[in-house]
Nanobody, 117 residues
Framework: QVQLVESGGGSVLAGGSLGLSCAAS????????MGWYRQAPGKQRELVAA???????NYAGSVTGRFTISRDNAKNTMFLQMNNLKPEDTARYYC???????????WGQGTQVTVSS
C-alpha cells in the first residue's frame, strides 16, 4: 500500500524560507517520478516541481530559482526547499508519486503553506 506523508508546512513572512518533506512507504522514491503540487483556494492544482527516477528535475516558471526539489533515497523521502517565499506561494502543497507503467497517481494529504506580506 502506497502512503505519502507530508510535513513541514507553516506560516512565514514574505522573503522567508520553508522546507517540506514527503516520506514514502510502499514505493521507492528512487524508482518513481515524484513531485510537489499545490492548490490555492479557488484555483486548480498545479505542478510546482518534479524529480524523475534518474534525478532529472523540472520546475514551474513561477518558482524557478527559488525552490529546490530533492530526495534522499536512503530515507525514502523527498524534499522541497522553498526560499524567498511570496504571498502568491500560499497554498496547500501535495506530494505526488507516479507509480508503475501506467503512472498511477498517489497523493499525500497535503500540508498548508501560508506566506504573509
Amino acid at each position: 500500500q502506497v502512503q505519502l506523508v507530508e510535513s513541514g508546512g507553516g506560516s512565514v513572512l514574505a522573503g522567508g524560507s520553508l522546507g517540506l518533506s514527503c516520506a514514502a512507504s510502499g514505493i521507492r522514491t528512487s524508482s518513481n517520478e515524484m513531485g510537489w503540487y499545490r492548490q490555492a483556494p479557488g484555483k486548480q492544482r498545479e505542478l510546482v516541481a518534479a524529480i524523475t527516477s534518474s534525478g532529472g528535475t523540472n520546475y514551474a516558471g513561477s518558482v524557478t530559482g527559488r525552490f529546490t526539489i530533492s530526495r534522499d533515497n536512503a530515507k525514502n523521502t523527498m524534499f522541497l526547499q522553498m526560499n524567498n517565499l511570496k504571498p502568491e506561494d500560499t497554498a496547500r502543497y501535495y506530494c505526488n508519486a507516479k507509480v508503475g507503467p501506467w503512472r498511477t497517481n498517489y497523493w499525500g494529504q497535503g500540508t498548508q503553506v501560508t506566506v504573509s506580506s
